[in-house]
C-alpha cells in the first residue's frame, strides 16, 4: 500500500489478524525445525499447507478489514482513486 494512505481510521479485525500471524509465526518455525531434523517430507509439506491456508485466511481478513474501513473512509473523504489504486496494485501482486 502507498504510504501516503493515513490509518487513523478504526480497523476492527486488527488484533485478531496481529495473533493470527503471531501464531503462523510459530507455525512455520516447527516446520523449519521438521525440516532440519530431516522430518518425513509429506509431513512437512502439509505443513507447508496449513501454513499457506492459515497465510490465505489472514489475508482475507485483513481485506475485510481493509475493504469495511480503509475503502469505507476513503470515499467518505474524497481520496478513493488512491485506496483503490493501491488496493488492485496489492491485490495484482497477491493473486496471481
Known amino acids: 500500500m ?7 481510521h ?3 479485525h486488527r488484533k485478531q489478524i496481529v495473533n ?5 509465526e510459530g507455525h512455520l518455525r516447527s516446520v523449519k525445525e521438521m525440516t532440519a531434523k530431516g522430518r518425513d517430507c509429506s509431513e512437512v509439506l502439509l505443513q507447508i ?3 499457506q491456508k492459515a497465510l490465505d485466511n489472514a489475508a482475507k481478513l485483513l481485506l ?3 475493504l469495511e474501513s480503509c475503502v469505507v473512509d476513503a470515499v467518505h473523504h474524497g481520496n478513493q482513486d488512491q485506496v483503490i489504486a493501491d488496493l488492485n496494485k496489492a491485490l495484482d501482486n497477491y493473486i496471481r
Not at 2 to 7: F, G, I, L
Not at 20 to 24: E, F, G, K, S, T
Open 2 to 8: 502507498s504510504d501516503q494512505h493515513s490509518h487513523d
Open 10 to 12: 478504526n480497523h476492527k
Open 20 to 24: 493470527r500471524l503471531a501464531r503462523i
Open 49 to 51: 499447507a496449513a501454513v
Open 64 to 66: 475485510k478489514d481493509h
